[in-house]
């Protein structure tokens, strides 16, 4: 071949590169599906979120595959990124499909859909076994040019904890263990059951144990949760947050994860700062929050363990001044004191506990102080630290019984009418004396 010839192909094949749209140009992201573990009998919910979205996303479909031996998808929920777009699934044996269409684009980062698994493990109690979360198929558009996105799958898995299995009737809830089929994840110590699964140390308390040719079979009287230690590195510095929690069960159902963020919801911020004001204070910063996700409906009370650079600590005025802001959705938004656990460590660190009463979900780390009283003080010039006259307190414990009456009108009317009388009597008594 000629280079007359040899130019003119590659200018026909640059012709051609020139007109066929880059799906990478159109825009890219990521889903992944979410990561669990838990004993036969259970169920978990796994979250398929999206990020790294570099365009709207106007409509996508999903294939997503897994092994129906060990785990049996019983629902599909919309996450917080489809909300206000169309939402559609279908599960079949071994195979999940979902279809999200928005007018007006899905952007940002967050689960677009939350799975349910049912954990049926295999014959017998139980067998260890893992399935993966496989996207099988994706598909999705621009929602504006309706250009193909180029949106990759990273694979999560659900493991069946060996061993194990949870058995439910009404509010009964017993768990079997087969101690030839357990793990090193699992241990057995007298009446209690501790498996490390998942980022979550479980203690479970039973009562009417029975053991028989190495099959224990309890009824759960109490469940201690310590979750694993996560950590972040955010503008200021590194944070690590653990929380202690109890429950009265197992939680059959539900996932946990814990996630740092530096950006505050203005509702959140107003929240607290009302939160504070009726307690005298005042928000002076907020630098993150902590939010803890899980499927497992209300919590028993909760110990948090935050881990933050004394540096930190210092520029908030000090551990003093140190409150978190607590939002769930059982409760109204409140302030608890933060406390001092530990610390510095040789890398600069001080450990603060906080105990929820209400359990687990946002907590933010905020300074507040008393409010100024500046305004008020000054307010009344110089006549406030001049002394005041017979009258003037007669007056003022008028106004103070009329304010402080105003829930009972009978009783405050009462109170004055007698005042009135005695400041009467006390005119008519100063007129008598100096007429004397």
Not at 6 to 26: G, M, Q, R
Not at 102 to 131: D, H, L, P, Q
Not at 147 to 160: H, I, N, P, S, Y
Not at 187 to 207: A, S, T, Y
Request: net charge negative.
């Amino acid at each position: 071949m000629s280079s007359h010839q040899i130019l003119i192909c590659l200018l026909v094949i640059v012709a051609i590169a020139s007109v066929i749209p880059s799906s990478s140009a159109a825009g890219e992201g990521v889903l992944r599906a979410g990561n669990a573990c838990g004993p036969a009998g259970t169920r978990v919910s796994i979250p398929i979120t999206l990020s790294s979205l570099k365009a709207p996303v106007g409509n996508m479909d999903l294939a997503i595959s897994y092994d129906p031996v060990l785990v049996r998808a019983v629902q599909v929920n919309r996450g917080e990124l489809s909300y206000g777009a169309i939402f559609d699934s279908n599960i079949r044996d071994g195979e999940i499909r979902i279809g999200i269409a928005s007018t007006k684009g899905i952007e940002g980062s967050g689960a677009i859909a939350y799975i349910v698994f049912e954990i049926t493990g295999a014959r017998g109690i139980s067998r260890r076994g893992i399935s993966r979360i496989h996207f099988s198929d994706i598909s999705a558009n621009h929602a504006i040019t309706m250009d193909t996105l180029r949106v990759e799958g990273k694979d999560g898995a659900v493991e069946v904890l060996p061993g194990i299995r949870f058995e439910t009737e009404g509010n009964v809830q017993q768990i079997i263990v087969n101690r030839d089929e357990i793990d090193g994840r699992t241990r057995i110590e007298g009446d209690w059951i501790r498996c490390d699964q998942c980022g979550l140390n479980v203690n479970i308390g039973l009562r009417d144990v029975k053991e028989q040719a190495g099959r224990i079979q309890g009824v759960v009287n109490e469940v201690r949760i310590i979750s694993t230690p996560v950590a972040a590195e955010l503008s200021f510095g590194r944070v690590e947050a653990w929380f202690e929690f109890s429950m009265p069960r197992y939680p059959t159902e539900g996932h946990y994860s814990l996630l740092f963020s530096e950006e505050i919801d203005p509702a959140l911020q107003q929240s607290l700062e009302a939160v504070a004001g009726r307690k005298g204070l005042e928000i002076q910063t907020i630098p993150f929050l902590a939010r803890i996700e899980h499927g497992y409906g209300k919590t028993g009370p909760a110990t948090g363990h935050f881990t933050v650079p004394e540096t930190l600590v210092n520029s908030m005025g000090g551990i003093q001044n140190l409150w978190f802001g607590h939002q769930s959705e059982q409760v109204a938004p409140e302030l608890l004191k933060a406390e001092f656990e530990s610390g510095p460590d040789p890398s600069g660190q001080i450990t603060l506990k906080v105990n929820s009463p209400e359990g687990l979900s946002i907590f933010a780390l905020a300074s507040a102080r008393v409010k100024s009283m500046a305004g008020q003080e000054s307010s009344g010039g110089a006549s406030q630290s001049s002394p005041q006259t017979g009258l003037t307190l007669f007056f003022n414990m008028i106004v103070s019984a009329a304010t402080l009456s105003t829930g009972n009108l009978v009783v405050g009317a009462i109170v004055i009418f007698l005042l009135v009388g005695i400041i009467v009597a006390g005119i008519f008594y100063v007129q008598r004396k100096r007429g004397i």
